[in-house]
């Protein structure tokens, strides 16, 4: 009886250009990701910033109040406390008595947010910080 000959494939040869693909399938969904946790990233320490400038501005107004500038000097340092964010910070100090020691004084900060993935805008808003200290 004559036995048959099994031709052997050659291991790999069919199936090389299936990573290629694989590969180039997935790449633009990990870039997408990977520039998305960038730009959130990048988000979240403007967030951290806009909160340490309302901080700095309420403790200046709490402590500076016979100043006699009714929170104009808060404001400076508030602003100043965000000079490493790009565009246009606001920032109010505002109480009710400016006069009397332990009046509430409160210190908004705003900032405009994007957040865009190649070029698309995901999410975009304002981020805001409200700190409120007692005048001394």
Known sequence: MAQKKHQERPSGGDERGQTLVEFSALLPVLC?????????????????????????GARKAAVSRLGGDMGASAEAAALEAANGLNGPVTASCDSDDWDTP???VSCTVTYPYSIDVLGLVVADGMLTSVTTERLE
């Open 32 to 56: 997408l990701l990977l520039f998305g946790i960038i730009q959130f990233g990048v988000t979240f320490h403007d967030y951290i910033t806009v909160t340490d400038a309302s901080r700095v």
């Open 102 to 104: 332990g009046s509430d």
